[in-house]
């Protein structure tokens, strides 16, 4: 029987490292497989026992809930009082919404893995390609090098960046992989993407693109 019990009228919504969590590797484990099939959800789901189970594929209540209490203990995971919609229209009227409160300067662009940018803001536009196709062959470099960054030094993030003498980010390049794709996000300055609005912003890529990988 299992020790932990489900608050009543409580919905599961992801937070923003949860959301980061989610997306930043594609290497599978059971916490991050339901945290995004969480994000797959056009709406928060109610927290039930049945809702629970079908999110992580667990057939065993007891374990269903040891996974919950561990990703909200981590802080991946909350219970809100309310439903709340996925957005709706397109990426790049979603991003530049959201834009002030997940950029400190307001420059950012979606990248896919061959190098094209998808949305882009504040950038020129020979700038924004150039970005791109850096972004990728950043990724590329790093897959390669992974045995090195992962296994002899530790380095779990797979995120690289342009950094002043002070080591602060000038130009930051992080990888997002939402099913069998792979994008980068590339930002000017320090990210913000411990905003909730973060959350909104790879609750709709994972809606566009999770759905597409499926068909």
């Not at 949860?18 to 991050?32: M, P, V």
């Not at 269903?64 to 309310?82: F, N, S």
């Not at 997002?176 to 905003?195: D, Q």
Request: proline share 3%.
């Amino acid at each position: 029987m299992s020790e932990y019990t489900l608050s009543e009228g409580a919905y599961l919504y992801p937070t923003p490292a949860g959301s980061y969590y989610a997306i930043s590797s594609a290497e599978e484990n059971k916490s991050r497989r339901f945290l995004q099939k969480l994000l797959q959800q056009t709406e928060t789901p109610a927290l039930t026992l049945e809702n629970l189970k079908y999110l992580m594929d667990e057939a065993e209540d007891d374990k269903a809930m040891e996974l919950l209490h561990h990703c909200q203990k981590i802080g991946w995971v909350q219970g809100i009082d309310r439903i709340i919609k996925v957005a709706e229209g397109t990426l790049e009227g979603i991003l530049l919404a959201l834009l002030d409160n997940i950029t400190e300067k307001g420059k950012v662009l979606l990248a896919d893995d061959q190098g094209f940018y998808l949305v882009c803001n504040g950038f020129p536009h020979e700038a924004a390609e150039e970005l791109s196709a850096l972004g990728a062959e950043i990724a590329n470099l790093h897959e390669k090098r992974s045995g090195l960054l992962v296994n002899n030094l530790g380095f779990s993030s797979q995120a690289w960046a342009i950094v002043d003498a002070f080591g602060c980010s000038q130009i930051g390049f992080w990888p997002i992989f939402i099913g069998n794709s792979r994008f980068v996000i590339i930002m000017s300055g320090i990210p913000h993407f411990n905003h909730p609005d973060f959350v909104s912003f790879i609750w709709a890529l994972s809606i566009r693109y999770a759905k597409e990988n499926e068909l």
